[in-house]
């Protein structure tokens, strides 16, 4: 009876931490309800088989209830991520991107952010070499241009590789500084086996957001609907209260991409979904997802997908679609600097090891008022307490 009892008292711990009990409401897609079946199965099974009578007789009901809860136990993790497809239609993000020329330092008309004033360092020789996330680039361009030597200058010190290739290069040893949010646990993991020492060191925020379509109803949503949608739970605009809505197709970055790794953030640990089938392959596109975000389908636009604030509306904007409040609280530069919006993090400069020499020099001078003001005027937030 005791152990019957610590039985059902771990089912309900279990469903009580990966929030079932808490959202039981929100479930609304048999995907959504398969690991609290197998939890249930798995909790009756084991009570089942304390209360038999073994006996020959029973032998085979006894070995196909304990067959059962094995597979309740086996299947619960594939469950937890709606694993269960083969060979499905999902969505394609090698398309379309931002054009970066635009930003590189000392190109014609570059649309890098300037100082005021001359800059305080400048470096003329041993240039560090930088890279980092796509989002970011204008911040590091900026910098590159502000501080080193144009006759120093060379194209191959300022990289854009993405976040994933700039911690590669970074643990490689083939970059000095990297620019980008926090590592995945892949990516530090990755470090660790390669012996690199990541050090990062805050110098700015920004936010992260989610973005639907201009024709979706759906203006705002709370942390915990968020949550719901992307652990599988919620999979119908109808229960957001868009009943016209139909599926909710939620889009996801490669893993190990900067944003990829503020959903994981976001999500605190907790499984992601894999992405599910798309209904049509003609919703797979060509395009980022910033794009992919306003696809029309059945006279509705159902994706929502996420980025950070700055990527979606500056460098590469998408005019039919809309960030999405969260909790009711809108990612303007003032919610994120008075932390009342609930996605917002700080963005690193990234070492190897404790910075030396002209890499300190240069995250010193990021760290002071001229490095703050270029990434205010680049379109970022500057650490609170270097604002005037």
């Known amino acids: 009876m005791i152990f019957m009892l610590f039985v059902f008292i771990a089912g309900l711990y279990i469903l009580d931490k990966y929030e079932f009990l808490l959202s039981f409401n929100d479930i609304d897609n048999i995907i959504g309800i398969i690991p609290v079946a197998l939890v249930v199965t798995g909790i009756a099974g ?6 038999m009578k073994h006996s020959k007789q029973l032998a085979p009901v006894s070995a196909a209830i304990m067959l059962l809860v094995i597979l309740s136990i086996a299947l619960f993790p594939t469950a937890l991520r709606g694993n269960w497809w083969i060979g499905t239609i999902t969505a394609d993000e090698s398309g379309a991107a931002p054009d970066l020329t635009v930003y590189a330092p000392f190109g014609v008309n570059s649309r890098t952010a300037k100082l005021g004033d001359k800059s305080e360092l400048r470096l003329t020789a041993d240039l560090p070499v930088l890279d980092g996330a796509t989002a970011l680039y204008p911040v590091y361009a900026a910098f590159a241009e502000a501080v080193y030597d144009e ?13 994933r290739g700039a911690y590669e290069a970074l643990i490689s040893g083939d970059r000095d500084i990297i620019f980008a949010a926090g590592p995945s646990e892949r990516q530090i993991a990755a470090a660790r086996a390669a012996g690199a020492d990541l050090r990062l060191t805050p110098i700015g925020r920004e936010a992260f957001v989610f973005l639907v379509g201009k024709a979706n109803p759906i203006d705002s949503l709370t942390y915990q609907q968020i949550r719901n949608i992307y652990s599988g739970k919620t999979a119908n605009w109808r229960t957001l209260g868009w009943k016209e809505g139909g599926k909710i197709i939620a889009f996801q970055s490669p893993e190990n991409s900067g944003s990829q790794t503020g959903l994981q953030m976001i999500m605190g640990g907790f499984p992601i979904q894999v992405p599910q089938p798309l209904p049509d392959a003609s919703l797979i596109g060509t395009n980022s997802l910033m794009k992919q975000v306003s696809v029309q389908w059945r006279g509705v636009q159902p994706v929502i997908g996420y980025s950070y604030r700055y990527f979606a509306t500056t460098m590469y904007p998408n005019p039919d679609a809309k960030l999405l409040k969260i909790n009711g609280i809108e990612p303007t530069i003032e919610n994120i ?52």
Do not use: H, M
């Not at 084991?46 to 209360?51: F, G, Q, T, Y």
């Not at 932390?339 to 090891?353: E, I, K």
């Not at 890499?359 to 970022?380: A, C, N, P, V």
């Open 151 to 163: 006759n120093a200058f060379s194209r191959d010190l300022v990289f854009c590789t993405n976040t």
């Open 46 to 51: 084991i009570s089942a088989l304390l209360w």
């Open 337 to 388: 600097q008075n932390g009342s919006y609930p996605f917002a993090s700080d963005f690193y400069a990234v070492t190897n090891g404790e910075p030396k020499r002209n890499s300190k020099l240069l995250i010193d001078w990021i760290l002071s008022w001229q490095g703050q003001e270029i990434i205010e005027k680049t379109g970022y937030i500057p650490l609170k307490s270097y604002i005037p």
